[in-house]
């Protein structure tokens, strides 16, 4: 991570601030930005991250949206992926557009707990901002975050659209020129890294197919799954059978007797060439 000229400034207002969110499109430089705010936030308040992209987190599963907990320095190079969360809203899919109505409940979930902490909310978002699509979907989460300080990082106009809507303090940024734009092969091999990693632990298990949310779907084989103890996402899991009356699946989780309901998301796992 190399900072820039205009970090300082927006570290801050960073600093005044407890809502602070990152906009920007792809490979913009959000996240490493987030990662600076956090490693000079830390030091003087604790840092609630909730990093909604779905696609290329930081922390937590690619697929959900995870929150940390900041609360001393943290090393983010220590590992080549990281996993660690403290929270995990599961959505299912890579993209928000596969149903942004259920992207934006796993978000206002995810904002939700986070008003029950002290700390600074730091969010980081997917690189989604072009068309009505993607600056409803900003909106929305703006609406429901509520914060005092947007930061964007725009680097021709292309977030005007959104910019032109938002009430809250705004300090926009021209992306840095050492950013290094990540093909789609090079996202999916991130994804898969981040996958292999957390289901490395893995084993199979049975529960009743009746704990399944979803309705059974085509393809069913290999999707992903959320594992959830009522509305608390515990863990996630990829089906490996659906029996008549039974499913297997296999998830890095000790212990079954909590998991009383089973989403199924969009992903296929096995089709993405994840897991055999
Ligand atoms: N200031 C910087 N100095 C050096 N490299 C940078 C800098 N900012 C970003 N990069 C690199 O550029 C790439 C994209 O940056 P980053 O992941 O922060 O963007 P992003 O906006 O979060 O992208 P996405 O929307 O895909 O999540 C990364 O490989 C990152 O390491
Ligand atoms: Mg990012």
Same mark, same amino acid.
Request: aromatic share 10%.
């Given at each position: 991570?190399?900072?820039? #000229?205009?970090?300082?400034?927006?570290?801050?207002? #960073?600093?005044?601030?407890?809502?602070?969110?990152?906009?920007?499109?792809?490979?913009?430089?959000?996240? +490493?930005? #987030?990662?600076?705010?956090?490693?000079?936030?830390? @030091?003087? +308040?604790?840092?609630?991250?909730?990093?909604?992209?779905?696609?290329?987190? +930081?922390?937590?599963?690619?697929?959900?949206?995870?929150?940390?907990?900041?609360?001393?320095?943290?090393?983010?190079?220590?590992?080549?992926?990281?996993?660690?969360?403290?929270?995990?809203?599961?959505?299912? #899919? +890579?993209?928000?557009?596969?149903?942004?109505?259920?992207?934006?409940?796993?978000?206002?979930?995810?904002?939700?707990?986070?008003?029950?902490?002290?700390?600074?909310?730091?969010?980081?978002?997917?690189?989604?901002?072009?068309?009505?699509?993607?600056?409803?979907?900003?909106?929305?989460?703006?609406?429901?975050?509520?914060?005092?300080?947007?930061?964007?990082?725009?680097?021709?106009?292309?977030?005007?659209?959104?910019?032109?809507?938002?009430?809250?303090?705004? =300090?926009? =940024?021209? @992306?840095?020129?050492?950013?290094? @734009?990540?093909?789609?092969?090079?996202?999916?091999?991130?994804?898969?890294?981040?996958?292999?990693?957390?289901?490395?632990?893995?084993?199979?298990?049975?529960?009743?197919?009746?704990?399944?949310?979803?309705?059974?779907?085509?393809?069913?084989?290999?999707?992903?799954?959320?594992?959830?103890?009522?509305?608390?996402?515990?863990?996630?899991?990829?089906?490996?059978?659906?029996?008549?009356?039974?499913?297997?699946?296999?998830?890095?989780?000790?212990?079954?007797?909590?998991?009383?309901?089973?989403?199924?998301?969009?992903?296929?796992?096995?089709?993405?060439?994840?897991?055999?």
């Amino acid at each position: 991570m190399i900072p820039e #000229a205009q970090w300082d400034k927006a570290l801050d207002k #960073a600093l005044k601030s407890k809502k602070i969110i990152l906009l920007g499109e792809v490979d913009s430089g959000k996240s +490493t930005f #987030a990662k600076y705010l956090i490693k000079n936030i830390v @030091p003087s +308040t604790s840092v609630c991250f909730i990093d909604s992209d779905v696609g290329q987190s +930081t922390i937590g599963i690619p697929t959900t949206i995870a929150i940390k907990v900041f609360d001393r320095p943290y090393d983010f190079n220590k590992e080549e992926v990281l996993i660690d969360f403290d929270k995990i809203y599961f959505f299912g #899919a +890579t993209t928000p557009t596969l149903s942004l109505d259920d992207f934006i409940e796993q978000f206002y979930r995810a904002v939700k707990f986070s008003q029950s902490l002290e700390s600074t909310v730091l969010v980081d978002t997917t690189g989604l901002v072009a068309g009505d699509v993607g600056k409803n979907l900003k909106l929305s989460k703006i609406k429901i975050f509520e914060p005092d300080l947007v930061i964007i990082f725009e680097k021709k106009d292309e977030m005007r659209h959104i910019i032109s809507e938002i009430k809250s303090e705004i =300090f926009i =940024f021209k @992306p840095s020129s050492n950013i290094k @734009p990540r093909n789609l092969a090079l996202r999916a091999e991130y994804r898969k890294k981040k996958f292999l990693k957390y289901f490395k632990n893995s084993e199979s298990f049975m529960l009743e197919k009746r704990l399944l949310k979803t309705e059974t779907k085509e393809d069913i084989e290999g999707r992903i799954i959320g594992l959830y103890n009522n509305e608390e996402c515990l863990a996630v899991g990829v089906i490996e059978e659906l029996g008549k009356d039974s499913i297997l699946f296999s998830a890095p989780i000790s212990d079954l007797k909590k998991i009383n309901r089973i989403k199924v998301g969009y992903l296929n796992l096995k089709k993405e060439g994840v897991l055999n």
